[in-house]
T-cell receptor, first 113, second 111 residues
Framework: NAGVTQTPKFQVLKTGQSMTLQCAQDMNHEYMSWYRQDPGMGLRLIHYSVGAGITDQGEVPNGYNVSRSTTEDFPLRLLSAAPSQTSVYFC????????????FGPGTRLTVT | AQSVTQPDIHITVSEGASLELRCNYSYGATPYLFWYVQSPGQGLQLLLKYFSGDTLVQGIKGFEAEFKRSQSSFNLRKPSVHWSDAAEYFCAVGQGGKLIFGQGTELSVKP
């Protein structure tokens, strides 16, 4: 099993550009989530999904969109990038909402200039 | 609101010395508690978890943690630190499937 994979590893965007961060898992996990990591703030939840077709907002959802058309994939879209979105983004998955034990991808480092 | 506090932003210990990283949480019910480790440039790896039962839990790499309900704490310990333990450590509480993370503690190990 590859576990949780994320692409790209690094990305530089200009303000106003759009892009999609990809996340995939091959563990047949129901629950998937996106976090951003900023210095001194730990990880904060952006969006999550409890299954295909179901998504919900986390703590810091503004500026981000998600969809979940398959169990395996959970892309994160930035519609109009802003410098405040410069961060490291982590995707995670767990067997179910109730299991809580989450497996993390390697992260995507995004810089918005 | 639920929260997790790691009071120490940065800790330096000598190789071979013991280690304790502090974690306090605010949560009404019995929490699901986790410790993750992040090496530089890497993702997060689960060290150990507490769901219920024995309040002293063992994890990977020789780490252990003790859940103390009366103190709302879940401190991480290791009896003898190795240079490879230098990393950032995150405590987290599980709530409704989500993880709420502390701010992290960066551990440096000196020879």
């Amino acid at each position: 099993n590859a576990g949780v994979t994320q692409t790209p590893k690094f990305q530089v965007l200009k303000t106003g550009q759009s892009m999609t961060l990809q996340c995939a898992q091959d563990m047949n996990h129901e629950y998937m989530s996106w976090y951003r990591q900023d210095p001194g703030m730990g990880l904060r939840l952006i969006h999550y999904s409890v299954g295909a077709g179901i998504t919900d907002q986390g703590e810091v959802p503004n500026g981000y969109n998600v969809s979940r058309s398959t169990t395996e994939d959970f892309p994160l879209r930035l519609l109009s990038a802003a410098p405040s979105q410069t961060s490291v983004y982590f995707c995670a998955s767990s067997y179910s909402r109730g299991s809580h034990e989450q497996y993390f991808g390697p992260g995507t480092r995004l810089t918005v200039t | 609101a639920q929260s997790v506090t790691q009071p120490d932003i940065h800790i330096t210990v000598s190789e071979g010395a013991s280690l304790e990283l502090r974690c306090n949480y605010s949560y009404g019910a019995t929490p699901y508690l986790f410790w993750y480790v992040q090496s530089p440039g890497q993702g997060l790896q689960l060290l150990l978890k507490y769901f219920s039962g024995d309040t002293l839990v063992q994890g990977i790499k020789g780490f252990e943690a003790e859940f103390k309900r009366s103190q709302s704490s879940f401190n991480l310990r290791k009896p003898s630190v190795h240079w490879s333990d230098a990393a950032e450590y995150f405590c987290a509480v599980g709530q409704g499937g989500k993880l709420i993370f502390g701010q992290g503690t960066e551990l440096s190990v000196k020879p």
